[in-house]
């Protein structure tokens, strides 16, 4: 793998560890504020700007306990020039439910990423529930 798709990677990893994580500081500092997305939670509506996933972070009790584990499963990575990318893989999340047994959670997940004033910003997702 080239360095751009590694760096890239590891920004997503990092992007998705302060998701699962409860850490909205880093997750702010990864996105574009003009961010847009398809999810679950927007009921099929498209979403602009940061305020939406703000109120996710925000909840009382976030980041959940006990600690998860987030990884990205057989990640794809189309490069579109040197300022443009396109991330899409199975999210795992790994926890414990509430009997403290292991649980794996999936998503499907796209992302994709813009290099904005020389730094890398996520500008969009879209993410479904795995079958």
């Given at each position: ?7 890239l ?19 702010e500092?990864?996105c ?13 509506q ?14 009382p009790?976030?980041?959940q ?42 998503m499907e ?8 004033g020389?730094?890398?910003?996520h ?9």
């Amino acid at each position: 793998m080239n360095e751009l798709v590694l760096e890239l990677l590891a920004l997503n990893q990092k992007l998705l560890e302060s998701i699962v994580g409860g850490d909205w500081k880093t997750y702010e500092t990864l996105c574009d504020p003009s961010i847009t997305c398809f999810e679950p939670e927007a009921r099929g509506q498209v979403v602009a700007g940061m305020a939406f996933h703000k109120y996710y972070f925000e909840l009382p009790g976030s980041p959940q306990k006990p600690a998860k584990n987030v990884s990205m499963a057989q990640p794809h990575v189309r490069l579109l020039g040197h300022d443009g990318a396109v991330l899409s893989y199975v999210r795992l999340t790994q926890s414990l439910d509430a009997n403290g047994s292991p649980q794996t959670g999936r998503m499907e997940e796209t992302r994709v990423w813009q290099k904005i004033g020389g730094a890398w910003k996520h500008v969009h997702f879209h993410r479904s529930p795995g079958a």
